[in-house]
């Protein structure tokens, strides 16, 4: 093997996940779930379709949740691999930290894009629950079968907002974290809509 040959397969190895990092993303995938499910689960029809003056309900919150996740999903496995290849001395463990920590955060709002907004296709919280652990499923399976998830990065126009431009990409891993804490983000706006002081009882 040749000393360009062996830079290059060290490049490559040096962007494979770690097993650490493939529980992490597990163990955030599993979590954000289980919250999201605490917070709809056994809503009477009245507070489904609940929504605050000027604001969602929890049903077009969940919908829009939900597209994300599978908008993602579609992005990740259509344009991954032809993504550009990351820049050198990329620092993944910030911007795995901003993905985590930062997207979820409400303090700054940010409008939702056309195509994203909610039509109230679920009518129950069951029916979108199923929705959603098919698509967390076949994420899980993701996150342990796909390839080098650090090859190849794409542009990120949430990740660009939060950091100013300072960061414009994600790669693979990044971009399966970034729906379960959208995920997370939106379970907090539901909790503010069931404090609502005409939340339906």
């Known amino acids: 093997m040749t000393a360009t040959h062996s830079s290059a397969a060290a490049a490559v190895a040096s962007n494979l996940l770690t097993p650490a990092e493939r529980e992490l993303a597990h163990e955030h995938l599993h979590q954000v779930q289980a919250g999201l499910t605490g917070a709809i689960k056994g809503l009477s029809a009245a507070q ?55 997207f979820p955060a409400r303090l700054a709002k940010f409008p939702a894009p056309e195509i994203s907004k909610p039509s109230g296709c679920y009518a129950t919280p069951a029916e979108a629950l199923a929705r959603l652990a098919k698509i967390q499923a076949r994420t899980a399976e993701y996150i342990d079968t796909a390839g ?54």
Not at 158 to 184: C, F, N
């Open 48 to 102: 489904w379709n609940f929504a605050p003056a000027g604001k969602w309900s929890i049903s077009e919150i969940v919908e829009h949740v939900i597209f994300v996740y599978e908008l993602v999903e579609g992005r990740i496995r259509e344009q991954l691999s032809s993504g550009p290849t990351p820049e050198a001395g990329r620092d993944n463990a910030l911007i795995d930290a901003i993905v985590i920590h930062q």
């Open 148 to 201: 080098n998830l650090r090859q190849h990065v794409l542009e990120s126009a949430p990740l660009k907002a939060i950091t100013k431009g300072v960061r414009t990409t994600m790669d693979g891993y990044q971009w399966i974290l970034a729906p379960s804490a959208h995920a997370e983000r939106h379970t907090k706006q539901i909790l503010e809509v069931r404090a609502d002081a005409n939340f339906p009882v």
